[in-house]
Each structure stands twice: as structure tokens, then as C-alpha cells.
């Protein structure tokens, strides 16, 4: 059977796991003999060959392990100080890596000799920031370009530069730049409500706030806490329980803002979140840092990002941001040790946690994801979230029966399942159907239809699965061809269709959709497996043949496997009828 679903489209995950950090052994070992002797993934530490760090340097970087990479070129530059190139390409791979204070020493050799470089003239420029030297740092941003991501980063900085040195006046007039700029005046006005508030303009801040809310359509998380603090401190607890709730009511399963709201009903107002300049700067290359994210610019934004920690080490939200960034490039122990360090009190601490758990899976170690996740379940009684992580680890890895009871466990922590549980509800469904739990599974797959009646995969899942039981054939065909229309560019859910049509009898028909699953998932070996047994019904015994040594060729499970080298031998008997 293909499972057409969250978990269908899952098959083959493990495989695609990134291998850990090891050398080039074809390429190196005339260099590194000794190191590509070893059967050891754990690198070796640089050697005395110039090239040889170098290149082993260039590989690490290449299979995005920076931290080995950085030791590599960091080794590299001490035997040729001189080299410009390797100077910022070790640059950018230290700071990269979040090795701030070594970035920044490179950072500085870099600008003594181009001045504009820059990543480097903002790593030093933040740096000067931060320690004090803002004469240092406003004279270095004059001579930056006015260009790329600077010409953004420019007016920021000056404007907080200028707030260090008391001229609030003058840090609104370094904004003005943003405002001629098509699309930043959202980021002047957040930058120009902040310094009022510094300022103790509250009035200001507050109309710039919400002139920020109507160019974004909506409060985000940031603006939330920032406005609600504004209120808080204002002696306006009404209105900032009431901007906390805005953000819940849009984000129902949201818990970041439990503390805000505990402190409202306790009288006790927040300090200022951005209370500085260095805060100042460090909230500017969030903002930037996360825009580039959204457009999918990851290695600026990590640039940034790190840039920010580095002004300000304990800022949960670009934590969060670089941590993201960090997985997206499948860099998981790093960015783990980016979540760890979260402050356990910041209401961000849960979930980073939770992400941990997740990635600690995905570098297999499901055993420690588990022990993590009974923890915080334990820590926490009322919380569903860790017992849902849990059985959605478990049921990626096919343990459906202990999956089953993880759900369990979760919905016993839910007084009244409500529509966002539909995900919960259809987890749950195939983890039991898996298991041979079918009424179970059917009333959860049902109850997910109520919440969400256009939901493809649960229409798909639930259809397939009362074909296969001979029940209710016209509902579920139907259901089928719905999720079909719904997700026409899905394989495995036109694969579905296409193999409940074989199921029930009409093969050109099953033909028609397999062949176009096929073009959809090349790679998958049960699609091509149907389309084969679907040709051999038409009497296409050649194509039918073909297709079965492609499915052979595509790793697919070991009874898939048995399945068609029968069908090679003996061909597909008229009685037949597959079920892969």
C-alpha cells in the first residue's frame, strides 16, 4: 500500500541524511595518510601541509561543517598570514560558525586593507559599537557603501550610533534615508518608535507602533510584546491584555505570550526591550536578518544574525532565527547548541527544546529525543506538545503501536479536541491503522473530516482505506478524486486514484493516473511498481516488465522487492492482485 500522507510523503527521509564531517580520503591522502587511514568520522586535527589544511579546509566547508573548516583555514592563515583571499574566506566561515571574537580579530585585519569590504566593515563597526568606541564605529559607517543590504544597515546604525552619543534628534534624521526606500518605512517607523521610547515619548512610540501594525497588516509576535510593553509601563494594563489577545486569538496553540499575560494580572511592568543602543543595533540586524530569511537568503541572513548575537549574546529571537537557519542547512548539532543556550526563563526556551528533541531524531538518536520529551512532559503535565512530538517520532519510525499510546497520552492532556487538532486526529489515525486498530482509526480519520471536511490527505488516506476493505466504494472513490482535484501535483495521491482503480477492476483507467504519479515521483519504486502491474493488466507485458526492473533499480522495501522479482520470473497471475 502507498501511504498518501504526511507520512507517505515521508518515505525514504532517513536516507537523505547528510553524512558527518568526513574527508575527501581519494583526494587527500597523499596529503593526510594517516587521517584517510582512519575509520574515525571524527576529523583530525590540522597537520603541518599548508595545502593540506587548506584543501581540508575547503571540503569541510564545501559539506557545510564550518567548525572543522574554521580549525582547517584558521591553521592555514597562520602558515601564510599574508594571504588576502583565505583571510576573508576564513572570515566569513568564523563568523559563519558563531566564533564572533575570532571573526571580528579577522574582521579588522580585512578593513585595514580594503575598507569597504562588507561583512567585514559591519563586523567591525558592530564591534566598535558594542564596546564603546562609537566615534570609531561612526566614522568607519561613513565610508560605507550605500549599497546591498548596507543601504538598510546604514541608516539603522547611525541612528543608533547617534542614540549612544545622546542626539536623539539627529538618530531620527539618520532614519530619513529608509523612508525614500519603497518598502522600509515599516522598519523606520519601528526604529523611530523605539528611540521614543528611550526617550520617554511614549505618545510617539505608541502612533509609530501601530502605524507599523496597519503596514503589516497585523501584530506580529515582536510588535506584540513591544506595544504591549509600551502599555504595560503606561499604567494601561487593559489595553495591553488586549493586544496580547489580538496575537493569541490569531494563534490559538501560540504559549510565548503566557508570561506577558501573568505579568499584566500581577501589575509588575516589563523593562524596556530594547534599552540601549547596543540592543539598539542588535534588534536592526533582526529585523534585516529576518527579512533575508523570508527571502530565503540564508547565509546573509546567518551573517547578521551571528552579528546581532554578538552585540547581544542572550536574545532568544535571533537564537531562534539562527538556529532555524542552521537546520534549513541541515546543520543540526549546531543548531542545537544555539537552542541550549536559550535561557530556560525566555517563554522561547519551551519550544526550542521541543526542536532539540526533533533534531536530536533526525541525527538518529531517538532514544535521546524520547528521554527529552518524557521529561518535558513530565516537567509540565498539562502541555500536549511533547507527547505529540513524541509519537510523531515514533510513528516516522514505524513504531505505530507505541506511537498509538504517545497520542493517547497527548489527547488525555486535551479537555476538548477542537479544529487545529485535526492534525493530532489524523497522526493518531495512521499511527492505529498501522497497527491493525481499524475502528479507532477510522472514528479519528472521521472526526479530522469534521474539522476539516477539504483536508486531501485524510480524504485520501480514509478513501484508500475502505477500498482496500471493500466498504463503502462509491464514497471513497469519490473522496479519492476529491483529494486528487484538491492536490493535483501530489504523485502519491494520484498514485492512490490510480491504484484504487486497479483494485477496482478498471485498468486502463488505473493506467492513466499512474502513468502521470510516475511523472510526478520518478524516484518512487511503488508507483513504478503499480504502473507495471497496471501494464501487465492491459496486456503491455514489455512496459510492464520495464517498469519493474525501474522499481528494482529505486531501493524499494524488502517485501516490494520480493513482490517484483516474483513478478519478473513468473509474470503477474490473472487472480492477482497486488498490495504493496
Known amino acids: 500500500m502507498t501511504v498518501l500522507s504526511t507520512y507517505g510523503a515521508r518515505r525514504g527521509e532517513s536516507s537523505q541524511r547528510r553524512p558527518g564531517p568526513v574527508l575527501a580520503a581519494a583526494a587527500l591522502a597523499a596529503i593526510l595518510p594517516v587521517a584517510c587511514a582512519s575509520n574515525s568520522d571524527r576529523p583530525p586535527p590540522p597537520g603541518d601541509s599548508l595545502v593540506g589544511n587548506y584543501l581540508a579546509g575547503r571540503h569541510a566547508q564545501t559539506e557545510r561543517e564550518l567548525g572543522v573548516a574554521a580549525d582547517y583555514y584558521l591553521a592555514t592563515l597562520e602558515q601564510d598570514p599574508d594571504n588576502e583571499d583565505l583571510l576573508r574566506r576564513t572570515f566569513l566561515v568564523t563568523v559563519l560558525e558563531g566564533r564572533s571574537e575570532t571573526a571580528v580579530r579577522l574582521a579588522r585585519r580585512i578593513v585595514d586593507i580594503d575598507s569597504k569590504a562588507p561583512f567585514a566593515a559591519l563586523a567591525v563597526i558592530v564591534d566598535d559599537i558594542r564596546i564603546g568606541d562609537l566615534a570609531e564605529a561612526r566614522e568607519r559607517l561613513e565610508s560605507v557603501p550605500n549599497e546591498g543590504f548596507n543601504a538598510v544597515m546604514k541608516p539603522l546604525l547611525g541612528a543608533w550610533i547617534q542614540v549612544g552619543m545622546g542626539s536623539v534628534e539627529e538618530a531620527h534624521k539618520a532614519l530619513e534615508p529608509l523612508s525614500a526606500r519603497k518598502g522600509f518605512q515599516g522598519i523606520r517607523d519601528l526604529h523611530a518608535a523605539l528611540i521614543h521610547e528611550i526617550a520617554g515619548s511614549r505618545d510617539e512610540a505608541e502612533k509609530l507602533y501601530r502605524a507599523v501594525e496597519g503596514e503589516r497588516a497585523g501584530l506580529s509576535l515582536r510588535l506584540t510584546q513591544l506595544l504591549g510593553g509600551l502599555y504595560e509601563r503606561a499604567e494601561q494594563p487593559d489595553m495591553a491584555r488586549a493586544t496580547y489577545g489580538d496575537y493569541i486569538r490569531e494563534h490559538p496553540m501560540t504559549r510565548l505570550l503566557e508570561k506577558d499575560m501573568a505579568r ?181 480519520f472521521l472526526k479530522a473530516l469534521e474539522f476539516q471536511p477539504d483536508q486531501p490527505y485524510v480524504l485520501n488516506y480514509l478513501g484508500y482505506s475502505w477500498v482496500e476493505q471493500r466498504r463503502h466504494l462509491d464514497q471513497a472513490l469519490e473522496m479519492i478524486k476529491k483529494a486528487v482535484r484538491l492536490r493535483p501535483n501530489d504523485g502519491y495521491i494520484v498514485d492512490s486514484l490510480g491504484w484504487v482503480y486497479y483494485q477496482l477492476g478498471d485498468f486502463e483507467a488505473a493506467v492513466k493516473e499512474l502513468e502521470r504519479a510516475a511523472e510526478l515521483r520518478p524516484e518512487d519504486p511503488v508507483i513504478n511498481d503499480h504502473l507495471g502491474d497496471a501494464y501487465w493488466k492491459v496486456g503491455r507485458r514489455r512496459e510492464a516488465r520495464f517498469q519493474w526492473h525501474r522499481a528494482m533499480g529505486l531501493d524499494p522495501e524488502p517485501d516490494v522487492l520480493a513482490a517484483i522479482q516474483v513478478k519478473l520470473a513468473e509474470g503477474l497471475q490473472a487472480e492477482t492482485v497486488q498490495n504493496e
Not at 551573517?303 to 539562527?322: S, T
Not at 547548541?337 to 525566555?346: F, G, K, Q, W
Open 264 to 444: 499584566v494580572d500581577s501589575g509588575t511592568p516589563p523593562p524596556l526591550m530594547v534599552a540601549s543602543h547596543v540592543d539598539g543595533v542588535a534588534e536592526a540586524l533582526f529585523g534585516v536578518a529576518s527579512s533575508l530569511r523570508r527571502q530565503n537568503a540564508r547565509e546573509t541572513a546567518l551573517v547578521l544574525g551571528r552579528l546581532a548575537l554578538h552585540a547581544k549574546p542572550d536574545f532568544p529571537m535571533v537564537q531562534i532565527l539562527v538556529a532555524d537557519i542552521l537546520e534549513a542547512d541541515e546543520r543540526l548539532e549546531s543548531a542545537n547548541t544555539v537552542y541550549e543556550a536559550i535561557d530556560r526563563d525566555s517563554p522561547f526556551a519551551w519550544a526550542a527544546r521541543l526542536r532539540i528533541a526533533s533534531n536530536l531524531d533526525k541525527l538518529d538518536r531517538p532514544d535521546q529525543a524520547e528521554r527529552q520529551l518524557r521529561a518535558m512532559a513530565a516537567e509540565n503535565p498539562a502541555l500536549a506538545e511533547p507527547l505529540i512530538d513524541l509519537g510523531d517520532i515514533l510513528r516516522r519510525r514505524e513504531r505505530f503501536a507505541e506511537a498509538v499510546l504517545a497520542y493517547d497520552e497527548a489527547f488525555a492532556r486535551i479537555a476538548t479536541p477542537e479544529p487545529q487538532h485535526w492534525t493530532l486526529l489524523y497522526a493518531r489515525g495512521i499511527a492505529l491503522e498501522r497497527s491493525k486498530q481499524w475502528p479507532r482509526a477510522e472514528a479519528d
